[in-house]
């Protein structure tokens, strides 16, 4: 339904559209902004034994400015992609778009081949020169490759990145296998099998802390996986002073 309303809508509404979704973000966390930003003027007049509260309430302000930001920017996705998709259209059918000019348009000019100002007018072409040779644009871009960002941006798609941390894991047990084999075979070997068994339990701990204590996953599930990661880490240490002669 966005999109249809977007399709309507002129070359300088257009571009109108896309200002007004930058004010609303900007809007959307101005309070939290504003008071980062006195915090950060009083910290000078601060006593320096006061100062660990100033930033411990500015880091909680941070984190409120960054959860705010995922809230708005997935609010106005669709209308984002809308205004992407049909400037891409646009460009794709047609050689010329023109628009009102602004400064940022007139800057563009006096660099770029693709952009010419005519009077109050600016007029952008749908090919330009890169690398010796002429571009075209010719791509309007597929509604699947939204969803694609979006689930990329969640990080939701995880298919091949688990085969690879999967496929990880064996060659850690063949590893452990041979080193294991070594020791049977050669005396006081055994501090090698521990140290290797040592390395792999360390390098499973921060797996599973990078895993499941990732940014875009929940508080519960970040607070679970930094306890995992962590009993795994202290057990290692366990292990291996328990293993000193």
Sequence with gaps: AVYDEIKSLSNDELRDRSEKLKIRIQDYVATEVAQVAELKASIEETEIDQR???YTEIDKLEKEITDKYEVVLDEVLPEAFSIIKDTARRLTENPEIVVTATQFDRE???TRDFVTI????????NEWTAGGN????????YDVQLFGGVVLHKGK???????????????????????????????????VRDASIGLALIAASCWVLGRWAAPHRTDAE??????M????????LVYLFGSLP
């Design 52 to 54: 660990e509260k100033i």
């Design 118 to 125: 005519n009077g109050d007018k600016a007029i952008y072409k």
């Design 222 to 227: 970040r607070r679970y996986g930094r306890i």
């Design 134 to 141: 002429l571009i075209k644009w010719e791509m309007v871009h």
């Design 229 to 236: 990661a962590g009993l795994i880490f202290v057990g290692t």
């Design 157 to 191: 798609i995880s298919e091949m990145e688990t085969l690879k941390q999967a496929m990880a894991f064996p060659l850690f047990a063949y590893a452990l296998y041979l080193l294991w084999v070594l020791n049977a075979l050669v005396d006081d070997a055994g501090w």
């Design 108 to 110: 563009l000019a006096a």
